[in-house]
């Protein structure tokens, strides 16, 4: 899954200075460190499986779906948060 799929969407804009300004940065890190872990994690899975390692690389590859889910997880939360705080603004 490329990690652009896993950025989490966000519906305001956010980028004013002030502490959500701050949770937007710490989010959009997180998430782009958890698409980049996928990301690692799928090229290793497959390096193993070209090296004749089917069973190891198909176990990092579980790992990577794992960490997929969780990113995804993250996104959807996120995305539930930022609306519950813009709905609550207006």
């Given amino acids: 899954m ?19 300004a701050k949770k937007k940065d710490e989010s959009e890190a997180i998430a782009n460190q958890l698409g980049f872990a996928v990301k690692e994690l799928n090229a290793v899975a497959e390096r193993m499986r070209a090296a004749g390692y089917a069973e190891l ?19 959807r939360l ?5 609306a519950a ?6």
């Fill in 2 to 20: 490329p990690p652009e799929t896993l950025r989490p969407h966000f519906g305001t804009d956010l980028t004013k200075e002030g502490p959500m």
């Fill in 57 to 75: 690389g198909d176990e990092i590859q579980t790992l990577a779906n794992s960490g997929a889910f969780f990113a995804e997880e993250y996104a």
């Fill in 78 to 82: 996120r995305a539930l948060q930022v």
């Fill in 85 to 90: 705080t813009d709905a609550g603004g207006q």
